[in-house]
């Protein structure tokens, strides 16, 4: 299993970043994909989930309305659309599949609300 996000990087409040995570080595299409962040200190938070087909979502309270997740399985990629983002969604945010029982990860990629 081999999970890589990109998008992330330094934006002011209130403004939008999209993060992708390129999936390869299982069924993509056959799982449910998540999205967790992390600041230095804290556990890992999840933040999103969608289902296999990506007819279904799920967020963290404090990103309701704000973030969206999608997924193209046709690509093996799933995405988080994130807007009007805080200082308090500064952390780094992973993709994470869980699979046989076991959680794969991302290296993780930046993201910094700032002005």
Same mark, same amino acid.
């Given at each position: +299993?081999? =999970? +890589?996000?990109? $998008?992330g990087g *330094? +934006?002011?409040? !209130? $403004?939008?970043l999209? =993060?992708? &995570?390129?999936?390869?080595g299982?069924?993509?299409?056959n799982y449910?994909?998540n999205? @967790? #962040?992390? +600041?230095?200190g804290?556990? #890992?938070? =999840?933040?999103?989930?969608?289902n296999?087909g $990506?007819t279904s979502?799920?967020y963290a309270?404090?990103?309701? $309305?704000?973030?969206? /997740?999608? #997924?193209?399985n046709a690509?093996?990629t799933? @995405? *988080?659309?994130?807007?009007n983002?805080?200082?308090e969604?500064?952390?780094v945010y @992973? &993709?994470?599949?869980?699979? #046989? !029982?076991r959680?794969n990860? !991302?290296q !993780?990629?930046?993201?910094?609300v /700032?002005?």
């Amino acid at each position: +299993v081999q =999970l +890589v996000e990109s $998008g992330g990087g *330094l +934006v002011q409040p !209130g $403004g939008s970043l999209r =993060l992708s &995570c390129a999936a390869s080595g299982f069924a993509f299409s056959n799982y449910a994909m998540n999205w @967790y #962040r992390q +600041v230095p200190g804290k556990e #890992r938070d =999840l933040v999103a989930t969608i289902n296999s087909g $990506g007819t279904s979502t799920a967020y963290a309270d404090s990103v309701k $309305g704000r973030f969206t /997740s999608s #997924r193209d399985n046709a690509k093996n990629t799933v @995405y *988080l659309q994130m807007n009007n983002l805080k200082p308090e969604d500064t952390a780094v945010y @992973y &993709c994470n599949v869980r699979t #046989r !029982g076991r959680d794969n990860w !991302g290296q !993780g990629t930046q993201v910094t609300v /700032s002005s």
